[in-house]
């Protein structure tokens, strides 16, 4: 709105073009929606604490959790309304690759909610059904996965990039589709699995919907992308103002959400969060730089497979508790000890992440 705001007013100042920049727009973007938050974020506590919506913690999880028995949750409807303001305002509505990975995020956020209330409202421990929940992620993930192919115009669109190596990629054709449907439902309950501690899945999304931005950035501008050996991607750079306004919404929930947590995510936050970055990567074509950045995401999920399986096949197990990081919790590490160091590693991963920009 605000973009055609400008668009209108350049034609009397011409100074007004300087909205037109990207650059710009993706800082006003991380400002707007941090700004946002600080301000909803109080009035939505007080609300969710009104209702009684407050968390439920498991009896077997570590005894450190118990005190945050009844601390507000769903606070990822504040991420969910502060990113859509932010793209209404500063994001080409014409582009549709900013229509495509909005609506999926909400989307995902809907099906989070639903089983947010089945638990908290309803008090249903086990929330949405298996089945249910994944029908929804399924059905969201391939009609995103299908349009952003049917989006793409050129021939990268539709390989699989493969990082740090110069000019290799494997053409998938239509098969890309199916890839991508993996990715953003896969992505999404990584993140869900990994929201189990103050901070801890906000921050490394934050920081990897950073990156991202940088990617599609790089990615829709002919130039930088033709010098850093990227498939070229006419439009997708308009995602670094969908990816700024994630980051900056996700610092502000983090204002919140810093140990000792006024209010968590809930499903509702983190499913939406996880098919975003699913959805950028996807547009991106950085589908296995998202998993590399994603280390931590993966660590977690890879935690709970191994532990299943294991105790399927031998009746033991390998952790202590899955996901990991209870099992670090188990160990004696201090909770803020546990979130901090999956943040560095975070960080770790994000930078190998961006250097396959230049190592090709």
């Known amino acids: 709105m ?11 100042e011409g100074s007004f073009t300087v909205f037109q920049y990207l650059t710009l727009r993706a800082i006003l973007s991380v400002l707007t929606a941090l700004g946002l938050s600080l301000f909803v974020g109080p009035t939505m506590i007080r609300h ?7 968390q439920m913690v498991r009896d077997d999880g570590p005894r450190s959790h118990f005190s945050k028995a009844g601390t507000p949750t ?5 991420i969910l309304v502060t990113v859509t303001i932010t793209c209404l305002l500063w994001a080409d509505l014409k582009n549709l690759f900013i229509w495509v990975a909005l609506i999926t995020t909400l989307v995902f956020g809907v099906v989070g909610f639903l089983d947010d209330y089945q638990k908290l409202i309803r008090r249903n421990s ?11 992620q399924s059905v969201a993930g391939i009609a995103a996965a299908g349009l952003l192919y049917h989006i793409g115009s050129e021939p990268g669109s539709s390989s699989l990039l493969i990082p740090y190596l110069k000019d290799i990629s494997i053409p998938l054709g ?14 999404s309950n990584a993140v869900n699995l990994t929201d189990g501690l103050d901070g801890l899945a906000v921050m490394p999304s934050t920081l990897i919907a950073a990156a991202l931005g940088v990617f599609a950035y790089a990615a829709g501008h002919a130039e930088f ?10 439009g997708v750079g308009e995602l ?7 980051a900056g919404s996700g610092l502000g929930f983090l204002w919140f959400n810093a140990y000792p947590a006024q209010v968590f995510m809930g499903d509702v936050g983190a499913l939406a969060l996880g098919a975003a970055l699913g959805v950028v990567a996807v547009a991106a074509r950085q589908e296995m730089i998202l998993m590399v950045m994603g280390g931590v995401f993966v660590m977690e999920t890879l935690s709970v497979v191994l532990q299943v399986l294991s105790f399927k ?31 560095i590693l975070t960080v770790v991963f994000v930078l190998v992440g961006l250097a396959s920009l230049k190592i090709r």
């Not at 059904?129 to 994944?134: C, I, Q, R, V």
């Not at 239509?174 to 992505?187: D, E, T």
């Not at 670094?240 to 994630?246: N, V």
């Not at 996901?323 to 670090?328: L, R």
């Open 2 to 12: 605000l973009l055609l705001l400008t668009e209108w007013l350049a034609k009397f």
């Open 48 to 54: 969710l604490s009104k209702y009684r919506i407050g």
């Open 74 to 78: 769903m606070g990822g409807l504040l």
């Open 126 to 136: 086990k929330g949405l059904s298996a089945k249910h929940k994944y029908l929804g």
């Open 174 to 187: 239509p098969g890309i589709v199916i890839l991508s449907y993996f990715v953003i439902v896969g992505s």
């Open 225 to 234: 992308a033709n010098y850093l050996k990227l498939p070229h991607q006419p």
């Open 240 to 246: 670094i103002i969908f990816c700024s306004a994630l």
């Open 313 to 343: 096949l031998t009746g033991k197990r390998i952790f202590r508790m899955a996901p990991i990081h209870h099992h670090f919790e188990l160990k004696g590490w201090p909770e803020p000890r546990v979130v901090v160091r999956f943040w």
